[in-house]
């Protein structure tokens, strides 16, 4: 399998994992809001600090964004682009996004596909400082309690990367089994999620959000994204038994790689390697919650 030599050491636990409570629900994100805030307020709603979002269209100005990029120094495998700033409205095709925490504070990682008031598809990392609702839409969440997704350094990358910690229960209404995760890199994506859910007796399991990288891609298609530095979004995603019993992911997601070439499409099981995370929770299904 495809792998990227990192700038540290590895972690020896390769998921980073914290079981909670959870529940799905959908907002509108309001117009005229900074695109973080109209998502806090969402949860905030519902009684959640944070969670995951889906998106499926939505309209955002000003707008701001960064795209997976080369590193220019060799103190990261790959680094971002400069900060593009297209003026007029961007209407999102879809995006995923995690809503923690960084510094105390609310903080957001996401990333999705969209077309620019020009006319032009592109595709990246959305940056929640500047970034504002140009008109209501609505979304798809999954509220976690007793778990956050929080900003810290690590030592692999190199990088400041949003992992799931332990967080005081606070009330919120949970009506599901969760578990909050973050991927490390050089693993196959679905095998990943195959065997964190057999080791736990899962049998079936959604996916919410889910936002990272993989080393390029390979989907189920033919389609290959050679380039190796990607940002990703999950559009969907399902672990569940197939015909010979054995636990199998399917995950549908949309990325840009680093050249700017956009891909969509379900991913081939067993050849799709994290290249530097994956954040994602996972909802438990048919445990009568």
């Known amino acids: 399998m495809r792998s990227i030599v990192q700038p540290g050491p590895s972690a020896p ?24 805030e ?23 100005g000003p707008f701001a964004y960064v795209m997976p990029a080369l590193s220019k120094t060799g103190a990261n495998a790959a680094f ?23 510094d105390g504070a609310p903080f957001f990682h996401c990333h ?18 500047e970034t504002v609702v140009a008109e209501p839409f609505a979304v798809e969440a999954f509220g976690i309690d007793g778990a956050v ?17 332990c967080s005081d229960a606070n009330g919120a209404k949970a009506t ?17 999620l195959e065997t964190f859910c057999r080791e736990r007796g899962i049998t079936r399991a959604k996916l919410h959000g889910g936002v990272g990288s993989t080393i ?4 189920a298609n033919g389609r290959i994204v050679e380039p190796f530095a990607t940002e990703l979004a999950v559009r969907s995603g399902l672990i569940a038994s197939g015909g010979d019993g054995a636990l199998k992911a399917d995950l549908d997601v949309a990325l840009v790689d680093y050249t700017g070439g956009l891909a969509e499409g379900r991913l081939v099981r067993g050849d799709n390697p994290v290249l530097m995370t994956m954040e994602l929770v996972l909802e438990v299904l048919g445990e009568g919650d």
């Open 38 to 60: 109209a998502a806090r307020r969402g949860f905030a709603a519902e009684g959640f600090a944070g969670g995951v979002l889906n998106i499926g269209g939505g309209a955002l």
């Open 176 to 192: 599901s089994r969760a578990f909050a995760l973050r991927l490390r890199p050089n693993q196959d994506f679905a095998n990943a």
């Open 13 to 36: 636990e390769r998921i980073q994992w914290v079981e909670a409570r959870g529940r799905a629900f959908s907002f509108t994100l309001e117009a005229g809001v900074p695109l973080l």
């Open 216 to 219: 390029g891609a390979r989907f």
């Open 112 to 129: 999705g596909l969209w077309t620019e008031a020009d006319g032009r598809i592109k595709g990246g990392h959305i940056l929640p400082e």
């Open 149 to 165: 997704f929080t900003a810290e350094p690590d030592p692999e990358t190199n990088f400041r990367l949003f992992g799931p910690v």
């Open 80 to 102: 971002y682009s400069d900060t593009f700033r297209p003026a007029g409205v961007t209407r999102l095709k879809l995006a995923a996004m995690t809503l923690g925490q960084r």
